[in-house]
């Protein structure tokens, strides 16, 4: 491995040992964000070769398993999540990896923007649930790493516009800095059905996700939609999140939720090349692999100037 990126799941498990049913039992090896090279292959591999620089995708599932078969694979009950207990994770030197999770990178792709795949995907999972059409109006509610990510692919999927809403003014600084076609929106001084109602003649925002996990978001996640718009799930959290299904039946709103990705690890490669996505200014912090504990130390302190905080291991 070359490269992997500090995930707010492990952070958490480094934190507190464990999130909602799963928990650290004994010592985990956390992770699941990474890139890498290839320094063997097994006898059935056929499209990899040894030197091939690679990003792999964490979750593996059971491939006889009616969700495989059915295209669902992220949401396999069987499926074995890297840095998920009991499954460790890959902030380690090596590990074997079936191939048909192992993405080759083209070369203009770098370690760390690969390592950046695995975040992306969700965003681009996220983009491609909401069946975005070219011009849409686009919201993201949350400017963390998934916000950002999910804004980015909402725009590659063809948004005009995305307004990204939060409450830290450094992360609405990068959400800003990241397209012109972005607006951030600061909660606490603004409102965001206000601002997009604004710019769309009072009409709403086609698409809009969430990404924050907050009860208070989800509240009022219907607000910015215009009629017959899309709600995606996306923010995270063991416990139930209540919204308001009155405001979403008068809307005929569309609600789609997601669980991590599926399918689409080879599109965010293939757009980090051609350049429809850079994930580089979201990578704010690098560490050495003998600064793991104070990496993941900074990560649990949440500074807001950052986004993505990656260690690089020794090669
Ligand atoms: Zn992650």
Redesign the pocket.
């Known amino acids: 491995l070359h490269t992997v990126?500090i995930?707010g799941?492990d952070v958490h498990y480094y934190t507190h040992g464990r999130i909602g049913p799963f928990v650290v039992n004994a010592p985990m090896i956390l992770g699941?964000?990474a890139s890498g090279t290839v320094i063997e292959t097994g006898a059935q591999v056929s499209h990899l070769a040894v030197s091939d620089r690679v990003c792999m995708e964490p979750g593996v599932p059971d491939p006889n398993s009616k969700a495989t078969q059915l295209g669902m694979y992220n949401i396999d009950p069987n499926v074995r999540f890297w840095a998920t207990p009991p499954v460790h994770g890959i902030l380690r030197p090596t590990c074997v990896h079936p191939e048909a999770f192992t993405f080759k990178l083209p070369d203009n792709v770098s370690f760390g923007e690969a390592a950046m795949v695995?975040?992306l995907a969700v965003g681009v999972h996220a983009a491609t649930k909401a069946r975005i059409k070219p011009g849409d109006i686009g919201v993201v509610l949350g400017a963390g790493t998934i916000g950002l990510v999910t804004a980015l692919g909402a725009l590659a999927a063809g948004c005009a516009r995305v307004f990204v809403a939060d409450l830290a003014e450094k992360k609405l600084e990068i959400a800003q800095s990241l397209s012109p076609a972005i607006t951030p929106v600061n909660v606490t001084r603004e409102n965001v059905a206000e601002v997009v109602k604004a710019f769309t003649d009072g009409w709403g925002a086609d698409v809009l996700f969430e990404a924050t996990g907050s009860a208070a978001a989800a509240a009022a996640v219907f607000e910015p939609l215009a009629p017959g718009g899309c709600v995606v799930m996306i923010g995270g959290q063991p416990d139930p999140i209540a919204y308001d299904a009155g405001a979403a039946m008068v809307r005929e709103a569309r609600v789609e939720n997601i669980f991590r990705y599926a399918h689409v690890f080879p599109r965010c490669v293939n757009m980090l090349s051609s350049g429809a996505i850079d994930v580089k200014p979201l990578i704010t912090r690098k560490f050495a692999f003998d600064e793991s504990v104070k990496a993941f130390e900074i990560a649990a302190s949440m500074p807001p100037a950052d986004v993505k905080m990656q260690i690089e291991l020794p090669q």
């Open positions: 990126g995930c799941s699941h964000e695995e975040p």
